[in-house]
Structures are given as C-alpha cells and as structure tokens.
C-alpha cells in the first residue's frame, strides 16, 4: 500500500471516529437537559391539585362560618355542627376558579359498625369558584356524578344540590357517595372538548385533615374533612 | 505525523468531552436552580399559596414576601395570578406562570414590583382580603 492510499483510509477512520464522538456528545447534552427539564416540570404539576385541596381544607377549618366561637373566639379546627347545618356554601365565598370542589365533613364517632371510616354521618357541599370557559357545564357533570352513585336518596339530593350550586347542607349517612375513578370519568365525559379535566387522586387528600366537630350540646366528637377538587384547565 | 495528529484529536475530544460531562450537570443545575425560584411559574405558585393560606389565618393576618433581584409584572384576574419576570435575558421572559386562588381578591395590575402584601381582617365578623405589591 503507498503513502498516498494509506493518508486516506487515516483521514477517512479518523472522520468516523470524530463523528462518533460528536454524536455521544449531543446525545449525552441532549439527554441531561431533556431530564432535568422534563424533572422540574413533572415535579410542578403533580403537586398542584394536591397543594390547592390541602390550602383550601386548612382555610375551611378556620372559617368564621364553620368554625366554632367560644367566648369570641375562633376555634380553628372546631367545626360547629350548629353552623354546618344551616350552612350556605355561596355566602362562604371561597373556592379556585374554573374549579368544582366537593367537600366531605365526616363525624367519625358516627360511623356504622364494622364499616369503614366512609360510613359516617356528616354533611357534603360543593364549593365553585368564577367560571370563565366557554361550555363548562357542571349541571352536566353532576348528572353524570348522580348516575354513579349508588344510593338513590342522597344520589338525587346530591344532583340537586351540585345542579344548583346552592345552600343548605345534607346531613345524613355518607355510604359511597363518589369514587375517584366516576369523577375522573365524568370530568372526561362531560367537559368540552379542548379543555382538560384534571382530578387528583392521590390518597393523602382522600384521608383528609383531622378536625373536631362540637354539638349543641357540647358533644365535641373527632371528625375529618375532605376536600376534592376537580380543576378544569 | 498523521498517526500523532489523530491521537492529538482525540485526546482533546475526549478531554473536552469529560470536561463538558463532568461540569455542565453542575452548571445546568445552577442555572435552572437560580431561574426556577425567581421565575414566573415558582413566583406565581408561591403568591397563589400565600393568599389562599392567608385565609386560613382566624382574625387577622399580614403576609410579606419579597423576591430579591427580580421584578415582575403582576396581573391578578378572577382569582387567578399572573406573573411574568422582568429578566434581564429576554428568552427568561417567557417564564411567566398562571396560579389560581380560593379567595376573593380585587382585580388588579402592577409593573415592576417584587415587594407583596397579603392582609387578611375580620371585619363585621366577616373575612376581608387586600393585595398590594410595590
């Protein structure tokens, strides 16, 4: 082989070698920009429905009309069972915007024998927020709610009462009301198209916050409240 | 020659190549670091917590927060908070974020502040919110 054939098979395994190189370059930027950018954001979005149902528990246990008053005093964390009954979700004037949120308050020392903790008596309210999409319909949504839940009475109370975003609470036994996967259902079947529906799942929010709940007649018995929130984006 | 040429090329590749592996995880983490507590998005979540969780105060609170470095434009609209940096890298602008809030705020517009004031009262035994931002 001469020198002239030789100084072009160098060039020519040189320049595969170079390219390899600059391949596993790029890949490997490509690859560390690509995971911790997709990181950052992942971490952004799981948290935030979880962040907002927890806010929005913490600033329902201190409200003036939940709360309990003693001696001039808000109670935080003490519901009064003398408000809730008479309780108007609308004059509390809270709640996300382009959101439903259905708040569960169980009194757990009135639950049924040998049932789980979701089998107690307490009072169930939607809260809503401002609405600005086109369409949001949450009649339609609490139809299809009413169609998944089991128990016919609170089944039709619970229509009314989320078709009509009005007051007055439900008291009664709290037996499967909702599932996480009917809302996740609903909120796809009856939101627009173009907008999504996002319900959080996670456990933690579905165990709620620990609370008490003081009767009129002094009773104060350990309960939980429960905030779900279904965020239309 | 050409032998040392290539084995030159190489060693400057692959040195560059360990260089730029081992710094720039260090660097990129700075940089997204330092963006992401003063952008928008983090600036926007964090002023949507504080309100909503002023209202978890009973009676009264105030909230103070200041983002050094950085202004903002802050647009709070149907209980929404929008807050876009003032970067001084203009493709860092569009970093801006979008947070809801639960409670009932006045709608406004501010430019250029960093300073912000949440206030919740108890006034006539009912709740009442204020939002300032300088």
Redesign the interface.
């Known amino acids: 082989m001469s020198s002239k054939q030789s100084?072009g098979l160098?060039l020519t395994?040189?320049s595969i070698?170079?390219s390899l190189?600059s391949i596993?370059?790029i890949a490997?930027?490509a690859y560390?920009?690509l995971s911790?950018?997709l990181e950052?954001h992942l971490f952004?979005n799981e948290v935030?429905v979880e962040?907002?149902s927890i806010?929005?528990a913490?600033?329902l246990?201190?409200?003036?009309d939940l709360?309990y008053v003693k001696d001039g005093?808000?109670q935080?964390g003490v519901l009064d069972a003398e408000k809730l009954e008479h309780l108007d979700p609308r004059m509390l004037?809270?709640?996300?915007?382009?959101?439903l949120m259905i708040v569960k308050i169980l009194d757990l020392e009135k639950c049924k024998a040998q049932e789980s903790e979701l089998n107690c008596d307490g009072w169930f309210f939607a809260l809503n927020?401002?609405v600005?999409i086109q369409g949001l319909s949450v009649v339609k949504f609490a139809d299809c709610l009413f169609n998944n839940i089991d128990d016919d009475f609170w089944g039709k109370s619970f229509r009314f009462y989320l078709g009509h975003i009005l007051g007055g609470p439900l008291i009664g036994t709290i037996a499967s009301l909702w599932q996480p996967h009917d809302l996740v259902k609903c909120v796809h079947n009856t939101i627009p198209s173009g907008v999504v529906g996002v319900f959080n799942t996670n456990p933690m929010i579905f165990r709620g916050l620990p609370i008490l709940i003081r009767y009129d007649n002094g009773d104060l018995h350990v309960g939980r409240i429960i905030v779900g929130v279904v965020?239309f984006i | 020659m050409?032998?040392i040429d290539?084995l030159g090329?190489?060693l400057v590749?692959?040195l560059?190549?360990v260089t730029?592996?081992a710094m720039?995880?260090k660097l990129?983490?700075l940089i997204?670091q330092a963006i992401?507590l003063t952008s928008g998005?983090s600036v926007a979540?964090q002023l949507s917590?504080l309100i909503?969780?002023s209202?978890?105060?009973?009676?009264k609170i105030e909230i103070n927060h200041t983002i050094e470095k950085v202004k903002y434009d802050v647009d709070i609209q149907?209980?929404?908070i929008l807050v876009k940096p003032k970067y001084k890298v203009p493709y860092a602008e569009k970093s801006r974020g979008i947070?809801?809030?639960?409670?009932?705020l006045q709608d406004k517009s501010y430019k250029d502040v960093n300073s912000f004031t949440i206030l919740k009262e108890?006034v006539g035994?009912?709740?009442q919110y204020e939002f300032e931002a300088k």
């Open positions: 100084k160098t395994a040189f070698l170079a190189f596993g370059i490997l930027l560390i920009f911790r950018y950052v952004v935030t962040r907002n806010n929005l913490n600033v246990i201190s409200h003036e709360a005093v808000i935080r004037n809270i709640g996300y915007p382009n959101s927020g401002p600005s965020e | 050409a032998a290539f090329i190489v590749i692959f560059t190549f730029v592996a720039l995880p990129l983490e997204i992401s998005e979540r917590g909503t969780i209202g978890a105060a009973p009676y149907t209980r929404t947070e809801p809030f639960a409670i009932p108890l035994g009912k709740s």
